[in-house]
């Protein structure tokens, strides 16, 4: 096999061409819209799981596109989904992303309250002022708080990335997800998942506008 | 489905049961030395393709552990994949984790060779005086250079963690490390990896010490 003469600024394209050549080949067919989401994806993780895997509200994108370019910001669960996520092009648009898992506070109210950094980095979001976007792409404790924040009133997301993976209550945090009805999201049904997922799914958002 | 009632300290060892149980199912046998780091890389991605997908040359584990405790560091080619290993585990044996790939030298040296980022940081690892170990979970174009470089003679890596992800030139990346004799390596055959593998891979050799 060899090695292909694509140039630095190519290779994104034709990686994309070769997704789309492949769904294509398998008969799949994915919304417009939803698209260029999925499609990363795939690019980040070589996973075609996530033509089939992935689940949006009704006018998810759409609404998402919206938030961000009205300013949302993002809280996320990992310093790693913090880091790939495309801070400067969001920034244009007046967003920020935040990650609360390595702040002194939480830490120390999550060993008050027994439960998992990740709940105590949700419930101190909740503090936060602004429109914001979940993206949750490690703790499905995160999530299943997050769900029950939404469900008390006490949060209203613009849209929620619930893509944690793994093989204890993600499944399950997942169809609470599934659940809500007026809260956007995007979530990746099953164990798979990824805070790499959730970074590529806001930079394909982002990169949408 | 009901939310398991797992406490927080329990959820990664819960994980590990899982995947134990379900490799057993299938009928996988991991080498034991080799097993906490397939078993990472599984529950980083809910992927169970890596149980068959990871390459390991002769004794490649033994001599990562030996360079890691010998104080060695980390070179990857993403923030994202610095961003989740474990740098204070690394530090408490002397190593540290370098990312080049946002250096202003660096992206200069790339514009003007007409080169990728990824090539031009791993020509800057070369200027490093210590010992290394390169983990490449994002750009082929680094681990082709990489593979050159040795190739040469003007590195010498303690070990090769092999795991772009994607669509140009990954697999024949890959293939290329593979031929490598003298060169400890730990490579994802095919098109999958990821920076968070890359970094899963560094978490697993650390947290085996």
Redesign the interface.
């Known amino acids: 096999?060899?090695?292909?003469n694509?140039l630095?600024t190519e290779?994104e394209k034709?990686?994309f061409e070769?997704?789309t050549e492949e769904l294509e080949q398998e008969g799949i067919v994915l919304p417009e819209i939803q698209a260029p989401i999925t499609k990363r994806c795939i690019?980040?993780?070589?996973?075609f799981d996530y033509a089939k895997n992935l689940v949006y509200s009704e006018h998810a994108v759409e609404k998402a596109l919206e938030a961000i370019r009205g300013g949302a910001s993002i809280v996320t669960d990992?310093?790693?989904g913090?880091?790939?996520i495309n801070k400067k092009r969001l920034a244009q648009y007046g967003g920020q992303v935040y990650c609360f898992m390595s702040d002194e506070d939480v830490a120390q109210a999550?060993k008050k309250n027994?439960?998992?950094r990740a709940v105590a980095s949700m419930k101190k979001a909740c503090e936060l002022n602004e429109k914001l976007i979940f993206a949750i792409g490690n703790a499905p404790?995160a999530l299943?708080h997050l769900y029950e924040l939404i469900k008390d009133g006490r949060i209203r997301p613009e849209l929620v990335i619930g893509v944690p993976?793994?093989?204890?209550?993600?499944?399950?945090?997942k169809?609470l997800i599934l659940t809500l009805e007026d809260t956007p999201y995007i979530v990746a049904r099953?164990?798979?998942?990824?805070?790499?997922i959730a970074?590529c799914i806001c930079n394909a958002l982002i990169y949408m506008l």
């Open positions: 096999m060899e090695i292909e694509v630095p290779i034709r990686s070769i997704i690019h980040t993780s070589a996973d990992t310093q790693m913090r880091s790939g999550a027994g439960t998992t404790t299943i993976v793994g093989f204890v209550n993600v499944v399950q945090s169809e099953g164990r798979k998942g990824g805070s790499n970074a």
